[in-house]
């Protein structure tokens, strides 16, 4: 799987991915983003130096996508906010393979990788288990989040218990 960091030129393909998934805006309740909405949170998550937007490509396609960020919500900490796949191309391995490459090339320090699932989706909570995620934490309806030690053990870390506090 390739990976492009996504730059705001890239607004008009994550609309078109977005529009190849519009289960995952539908299972939140809502309708898929206009390409102006995606432009803008494009915008707004490039203004913050710990995420990281990026286009995933199967053989020169776009598949997906994956946005995540550095330090949340605490040092040593990557989030996971959106790993999203197209409709048509899921159930393929393609994310797992995305989960693996990104595990692959974490930062030096990252010791845990937690991953939002929004809305009530057990798909999502099941994918993040079978990837060796566990259950961190309720804050439903909007999200549970799921969490994987990295590294080293939560344990000899002394990993605080998540929270949801801002930064």
């Not at 995952?24 to 130096?49: C, K």
């Not at 996508?65 to 949340?72: A, E, H, P």
């Not at 996971?80 to 393929?92: C, H």
């Not at 090339?105 to 989706?121: E, H, K, M, Q, Y």
Request: proline share 8%; glycine share 10%.
């Amino acid at each position: 799987m390739n990976v492009t960091p996504l730059a705001l030129h890239h607004a008009p393909l994550l609309h078109t991915l977005y529009a190849a998934a519009p289960g995952y805006f539908a299972l939140l309740g809502t309708r898929v983003p206009t390409p102006r909405e995606v432009e803008r949170d494009v915008e707004i998550a490039l203004l913050d130096p710990r995420r990281r937007l990026e286009l995933l490509h199967d053989g020169g396609e776009l598949v997906g996508s994956l946005d995540c960020k550095l330090g949340y919500p605490g040092p040593g900490d990557l989030t996971i906010n959106l790993l999203l796949i197209r409709e048509d191309r899921q159930s393929r391995g393609l994310g797992e393979q995305a989960v693996r490459d990104l595990e692959a090339r974490l930062p030096p320090g990252t010791t845990r990788i937690l991953a939002s699932v929004l809305g009530d989706n057990p798909r999502g909570a099941r994918f993040w288990e079978r990837r060796g995620y566990t259950f961190a934490l309720d804050a439903r309806p909007a999200m549970t989040w799921y969490a994987k030690p990295v590294g080293t053990s939560a344990a000899q870390v002394g990993l605080p218990a998540l929270s949801l506090a801002s930064d």
